[in-house]
C-alpha cells in the first residue's frame, strides 16, 4: 500500500523567509515523489519530481525537494518566498511500473505575508 | 504546448439532474485518469483507463457515476442523478503510459455545484 501525509494542512510564511513543506510517504516497493501545485480554480501543475536519480530535485520557480529514504520524506523548499507562491501543494507518489496509480496528499495551503 | 482540455470549466445544476463532463488529453498520451476535488481535499482517484480499458474504478460510485473513453482519446464522465455531495472540482489527468516516469498532465478542471 502506498500513501503520503502532508504535516500541517496551512503553512504561513513572510515574503523572503524560507518556505518548508512537510511530506511523509509510505510504499512498500521504491517509489517516484512528485510536487504538484494549484491556484484557486485551476489544475495541478508539475513542480518536480524524483524518479530514482538524484536525491536533490530542482523543480521550476525555485523549489527543490530532498529524498530521505531513511526519513522516508520528500519535504519541499524554497530559499526566499514570493507572493506568487501563495497556493495549494500536494505531494504525491506513484509506482509507474505498476499500472501508474496516484497517490495524492490532502494539500498545504501556502500564505504569503508581505 | 500540449495540454489536457476540459469543459465545462463551470457547472451549476440542481440535485437528481445529470450532469456530464469532457475531457481530451494529451495527443498520444495512452492512460487517462477522473479525479474528483473535494473543496479543502486532496485529488481522488474516480476511474483510470489505459487507452479505451478501465484499469481501476475501485472508487467509482458506480450507482451514479460512469465514464467511458470508447475510442481511447477524449473520455466523459457522467453523473445521474448529481447529489449535493457532488460538489466539487472534477479534474482529468493524462499521461504517456504505465511505464514511463509517471508524471501526471492536468487540465484546468470542471468545478460542479449542485443545489
Known amino acids: 500500500a502506498q500513501s503520503v501525509t502532508q504535516l500541517g494542512s496551512h503553512v504561513s510564511v513572510s515574503e523572503g523567509a524560507l518556505v518548508l513543506l512537510r511530506c511523509n510517504y509510505s510504499?512498500?516497493?521504491?517509489?517516484?515523489l512528485f510536487w504538484y501545485v494549484q491556484y484557486p480554480n485551476q489544475g495541478l501543475q508539475l513542480l518536480l519530481k524524483?524518479?530514482?536519480?538524484?536525491?536533490l530535485v530542482k523543480g521550476i520557480n525555485g523549489f527543490e525537494a530532498e529524498f530521505k529514504k531513511s526519513e522516508t520524506s520528500f519535504h519541499l523548499t524554497k530559499p526566499s518566498a514570493h507572493m506568487s507562491d501563495a497556493a495549494e501543494y500536494f505531494c504525491?507518489?506513484?509506482?509507474?511500473?505498476?499500472?501508474?496509480?496516484?497517490?495524492f496528499g490532502t494539500g498545504t495551503s501556502l500564505t504569503v505575508i508581505p | 504546448e500540449a495540454e489536457v482540455a476540459q469543459s465545462p470549466r463551470y457547472k451549476i445544476t440542481e440535485k437528481s439532474q445529470a450532469v456530464a463532463f469532457w475531457c481530451d488529453p494529451i495527443?498520444?498520451?495512452?492512460?487517462l485518469y477522473w479525479y474528483r476535488q473535494i473543496l479543502g481535499q486532496g485529488p481522488e482517484l474516480l476511474v483510470q483507463f489505459q487507452d479505451e480499458s478501465v484499469v481501476d474504478d475501485s472508487q467509482l460510485p458506480k450507482d451514479r457515476f460512469s465514464a467511458e473513453r470508447l475510442k481511447g482519446v477524449d473520455s466523459t464522465l457522467k453523473i445521474q442523478p448529481a447529489e449535493l455531495g457532488d460538489s466539487a472540482m472534477y479534474l482529468c489527468?493524462?499521461?504517456?503510459?504505465?511505464?514511463?516516469?509517471?508524471?501526471?498532465?492536468f487540465g484546468e478542471g470542471s468545478r460542479l455545484t449542485v443545489l
Open positions: 495527443s498520444g498520451h495512452a492512460t
Open positions: 504525491a507518489v506513484s509506482r509507474p511500473f505498476a499500472g501508474n496509480q496516484f497517490y
Open positions: 489527468a493524462s499521461s504517456p503510459g504505465t511505464t514511463d516516469t509517471g508524471e501526471l498532465f
Open positions: 510504499s512498500s516497493v521504491p517509489p517516484y
Open positions: 524524483y524518479t530514482s536519480a538524484a536525491t
